[in-house]
């Protein structure tokens, strides 16, 4: 395990940020904490990095207790959502920097400066300024200078997050990609469930200073731990007493005799894409169910349809009873 | 000076928003200059014009009288003193106020206006209250052990401090404030210490406010004259700044020698002034 976390407690004034919270990051891996805005993941973020002090608790980066070590001494990489270029130096320089402060040979510090930005793609961009590079480029730059002082383990606080949905994507990919060359024990924040699933190789779910559920991203999307991983993780919909993910949601015909289907009407279909999104209103609930163009083309449905809809019976798990709350033990439930 | 991540997409929409100038803009335009020359320009060309109301004659009586000569020396000893130290305090408190949190900083803040509001005569009448060699608070303690305070230079230097205090650091902390402590953090994480990390990533980024505010306390301290005049004791080729000759000799008549001094201290003011707004653009994009 590369970095332990141990009962770290962080407040702001009134506001609990973290709550007792432990963990266990792994070694060589992608990990993403997951969560949303305020719920105490960029916190967590910073406190590894020793970019703000835990109340109590203790922080152990690759067996060395970093708990009381200044954020200079604990030799992370830390890359922030804007960036936060040296606006002064040129693109070489900033990647130079920590070198520079280590007061590595001049010959040294040239080439590897020349593979990062290799690394990189940013080549014939070195002597610009950040100023003249787009917000894609910069984040890249700002990666290549947390790698360039080869830390034990690199930070990234939301680092995507200040890009346009294109942009994010691709840099999304790439990040996978260069971790897999690279292979440096990498954590990263993120409320982006879709980012997280994509990129991560475990997720911890984060929400009011507590963790939800730690695991890999099929395990949380498929047995989430409770109502609010569920909820965080995708779309979700209520039959009856359990939230099921819309795509779990099986339409059959009207006439069938299958054993737990609930009858509905259609009230709304809605078409994005190759994805068809249909409303069936039920007693008292309406239900969200997806389904792909030629499922949709195979039933059918039209507006007003009276349909049977049921929990597919293939999904075993990846539902959960609606009542339990994100901060009573897990129950998940099985179909 | 920052361009900020989230402005860059805006400024398109900014520029096209602005309406082409139409007439009430040029008067305004008008207004504006006509109540320039008449408060600033023309009064100061005066100034220069009748200094050369002789030719070069008052300027080279001033030049060659050694008590002008001392007292145009003094008070660019002063000014500098002033200068160096207001630099070096004023950028330290601007990051004690901008980056730390504490006990009495709104108090601080307040307090650091007051040379700016208070007359510069009762900046000299309440240091003679403390520094005095007589009956000061302080006074006499420091005589003791052979220093003198008022009546002598450190005491002009005590009083053109005071009154240029602010400058420097109302220059800073805007700055401070917009650029944030993210790069510092950054500097940090990449192993940098504290005094490596105000070397490397905090001087330069604030490097165009110091300019500004160095400029701003230099023509300040190089004019001050009220505080001075009180703690100086205005004595003949020991205390008496430039400032101070040009009143002397306005009072005695010497017209010329007076327009020729408040020349020479108008001239190295404007010329500070000039520098900083040619270097300027160049560095910046």
């Known amino acids: ?335 | 000076m920052a361009e900020h991540s989230t402005a860059e997409a805006e400024r398109p929409t900014a520029v096209q928003a602005r309406p082409r100038p139409g007439p009430a803009k040029y008067l305004l335009r008008l207004v504006v200059l006509v109540y320039l020359v008449l408060l600033v320009a023309w009064p100061v060309a005066l100034v220069g014009r009748n200094a050369f109301a002789n030719g070069l004659t008052d300027l080279r009586g001033i030049l060659d009288d050694p008590d002008v000569v001392h007292a145009l020396r003094l008070t660019i000893t002063v000014a500098v003193t002033a200068v160096v130290i207001n630099t070096v305090f004023g950028v330290g408190i601007s990051l004690l106020l901008v980056r730390y949190e504490f006990p009495g900083k709104r108090l601080l803040n307040a307090l650091l206006d007051i040379p700016l509001s208070v007359s510069p005569i009762v900046v000299g009448l309440a240091l003679v209250l403390v520094y005095g060699g007589r009956g000061g608070w302080f006074g006499p303690t420091l005589e003791n052990v052979g220093f003198q305070v008022i009546f002598a230079t450190p005491g002009i230097v005590l009083a053109t401090v005071f009154v240029a205090l602010p400058l420097v650091i109302r220059e800073v902390v805007p700055v401070l404030q917009e650029v944030g402590d993210e790069q510092e953090q950054a500097a940090r994480s990449l192993g940098a210490n504290a005094i490596q990390t105000f070397r490397r990533i905090t001087l330069p980024t604030i490097k165009w406010g110091v300019v500004y505010g160095v400029v701003l306390s230099l023509a300040r301290s190089l004019g001050e004259f009220g505080a001075v005049k009180v703690v100086s004791g205005n004595v003949l080729g020991q205390t008496r700044t430039a400032t101070l000759v040009v009143e002397e000799k306005y009072l005695n008549f010497d017209k010329g020698g007076a327009y020729a001094t408040a020349l020479l201290l108008t001239l190295v003011a404007v010329a500070a002034i000039i520098v900083v707004s040619v270097i300027r653009p160049k560095e910046q994009r």
């Open chain 1, 1 to 335: 395990m590369s970095i332990e976390i141990a009962n770290v407690t962080k407040r702001f004034g009134e506001f609990v940020a973290l709550d007792d919270v432990s963990v266990s990051i792994p070694s060589g891996q992608l990990t993403a904490l997951l969560g949303p805005s305020g719920g105490g993941k960029s916190t967590l973020l910073r406190i590894i990095a020793g970019l703000e002090q835990a109340d109590s608790g203790r922080v152990q980066i690759e067996g060395l207790d970093a708990t009381n070590l200044p954020p200079q001494r604990r030799n992370v990489g830390f890359v922030f959502q804007h960036y936060a270029a040296f606006k002064h130096l040129s693109v070489r320089r900033n990647v130079a920097f920590g070198l520079e402060i280590r007061r590595r040979p001049k010959a040294e510090i040239r080439s590897r400066v020349d593979d990062l930005l290799a690394l990189v793609h940013l080549e014939q961009f070195a002597d610009r300024l950040p100023s003249q590079l787009s917000g894609g480029q910069r984040q890249r730059m700002a990666l290549a200078r947390a790698l360039a002082v080869q830390p034990t383990v690199l930070l990234l606080d939301e680092p995507f997050g200040a890009l346009d949905a294109k942009v994010r994507k691709e840099l999304r990919d790439w990040l996978r990609r260069l971790h897999d060359e690279v292979h440096v024990t990498t954590v990263f924040v993120t409320h982006d469930q879709e980012e997280a699933l994509e990129v991560a190789d475990e997720i911890v779910v984060i929400n009011d200073g507590r963790i939800e559920q730690i695991g890999s991203p099929d395990e949380l999307y498929d047995r989430p731990a409770n109502d609010f991983v569920m909820r965080f993780l995708g779309p979700v919909t209520q039959l009856g007493d359990r939230l099921v993910r819309p795509h779990d949601v099986q339409i059959l015909p009207a006439d069938g005799h299958e054993p737990g289907a609930t009858t509905g009407r259609i009230t709304r279909i809605t078409r994005v894409g190759f994805e068809i999104r249909i409303e069936i209103t039920a007693d008292d609930q309406v239900i969200a169910a997806t389904l792909t163009r030629n499922e949709f083309l195979a039933l059918h449905l039209q507006l007003d349809t009276t349909v049977r809809v049921r929990i597919a019976p293939e999904i075993q798990a990846g539902t959960v009873a609606v009542d339990s709350g994100p901060n009573l033990p897990a129950t998940t439930a099985v179909t």
